[in-house]
């Protein structure tokens, strides 16, 4: 049967397969005396970690020092390995130095290791009192380990995951509507290990955390719910496995996320007795909050089926006529929506539907021959045909909102004109001063032309 050999002191476990993770709750560091090694023990027994790589000193301040460090660093790992303490399970970071403790072990020699039930070990493998040390451990090294006596009886077993760290995630958010917005994520590495998510939001001007609420039915998704319309928020998406943690922290303005669902219902017909025209109309999403302040606009984008150039009209009514559908064939139409203030995103296009448009009551002869110019380019071409139904684009509240206009605007110019016609009024009764001291002058003169000549000396 093949045994890991016992190797010399020269084989070494780096102190940094304590920050590894790779220990679960419970375990107390204790530094043997006399010497630099650490002694870590636990439920599953003791994990031998030599001090090779730091520096041995006789000094016991330094070796308090040590102790302490030791302890910071597994601390560091039991609180990242809280939340997966299952027994009989160990985890390990690819790379690093792991440990496997047979603590049963009577005298801790004459112990033979197996993995997955037979005696063959990952290469490189060292025993050494009794412990199995695996440096530098590859992804392909995990399984189920156990640890036997000289007889073959079993002292001890033990699922080896291994994995990676977690990465920073990738997040973005979206708001579907001005009362609610959710964000998604996705990890940058692969850990191979068992991963949760936490997330947790507050509002820029206050220092309240909340919970992005989290739905079990679609994964790495949350939603923060009641937003208010001109505030900003930070979310703080972290992701946690066995071996440790990373977050994203991403601000969001509810302004710059908005992206409405697509529209609803949507319906395409042709107009009877129209050859080039099509009907259609459609619905707001039904995320969209029933308020008046928040509408959207629509854009609408058709084209026939067997070409693959759009063309697009945007309007804000729930309905359009196309005018210059092809006789004859069939249309594919998308509908999409955007904040009426131009705020956010367009949303995703509808549904497809198709139809074609109906026949005229006379063929001319620009319907019956399309040419292949004219299919080439669809959407360039207006309508040339004759068609006896008008196109009514008016819409009621359109209307109201011209008459206001007109008579707002005839209210301003009555206004400028009597405003005019009162300054001028006003100027044409103002006194002239000039006149009215030449108007003085000249009773004064006639008055002292009839005095005698003696009242004047």
């Not at 970690?49 to 301040?61: D, E, I, N, V």
């Not at 063929?363 to 040419?371: F, L, Q, R, S």
């Not at 360039?380 to 819409?395: K, Q, T």
């Amino acid at each position: 049967m093949f045994r890991c050999m016992e190797p010399g002191l020269a084989a070494a476990i780096h102190p940094r397969a304590l920050s590894a993770g790779i220990w679960s709750r419970g375990f107390v560091p204790t530094l043997a005396e006399g010497s630099g090694d650490v002694d870590v023990r636990g439920p599953f027994g003791r994990m031998h970690a030599l001090g090779q790589g730091w520096m041995c000193t006789p000094t016991p301040g330094l070796r308090r020092v040590m102790v302490l460090l030791a302890a910071a660093l597994v601390s560091a790992s039991v609180a990242a390995g809280e939340g997966w303490r299952e027994e009989g399970v160990q985890y390990g970071q690819v790379g690093a130095d792991v440990v496997l403790s047979c603590a049963s072990a009577p005298g801790r020699s004459g112990v033979e290791w197996r993995r997955d039930g037979a005696a063959a070990l990952p290469e490189g493998c060292v025993l050494r009192d009794g412990d199995l040390l695996l440096p530098r451990a590859e992804l392909a090294a995990g399984g189920a380990y156990s640890c036997h006596d000289g007889t073959g009886q079993l002292l001890r077993s033990v699922s080896l995951r291994l994995g990676y760290l977690p990465g920073i995630p990738s997040v973005t958010c979206r708001a579907s509507d001005y009362e609610n917005f959710s964000c998604s994520w996705t990890p940058s590495v692969e850990t191979f290990l068992p991963t949760r998510y936490i997330t947790t939001y507050r509002r820029t001007q206050s220092s309240q955390v909340g919970p992005c609420v989290q739905d079990p039915g679609r994964p790495r998704t949350c939603t923060v719910p009641k937003c208010e319309f001109w505030s900003s928020y930070r979310l703080n998406v972290t992701e946690v496995n066995p071996l440790g943690s990373s977050f994203r922290l991403l601000d969001v303005t509810m302004q710059a996320i908005i992206k409405p669902d697509p529209p609803e219902g949507l319906v395409v017909e042709p107009v009877p007795l129209a050859p080039r025209r099509l009907r259609v109309r459609w619905q707001y999403p039904a995320s969209w909050p029933k308020e008046p302040h928040f509408q959207l606009k629509f854009r609408l984008q058709y084209r026939p089926v067997a070409h693959g150039s759009w063309s697009m009209v945007e309007t804000v009514n729930l309905s359009e006529v196309i005018t210059d559908a092809f006789s004859g064939l069939e249309h594919v139409v998308q509908v999409g929506a955007k904040d009426f203030l131009d705020a956010g995103n367009w949303s995703e296009w509808s549904a497809e539907v198709r139809a074609t448009p109906g026949p005229g009551l006379t063929v001319t002869p620009g319907d019956e021959a399309i040419t292949d110019a004219s299919l080439e380019s669809p959407a360039e071409e207006p309508s040339l045909a004759p068609n006896p139904e008008p196109v009514d684009r008016s819409d009621p509240m359109e209307k109201v909102a011209i008459l206001i206009s007109l008579g707002i605007f005839a209210f301003v110019i009555l206004a400028v004109v009597l405003g005019i016609a009162s300054a001028v009024w006003l100027r044409l009764r103002k006194p002239n001063k000039d006149e009215t001291k030449k108007h003085d002058f000249l009773p004064a003169a006639v008055h002292m032309r009839a005095l005698p000549k003696a009242q004047i000396l």
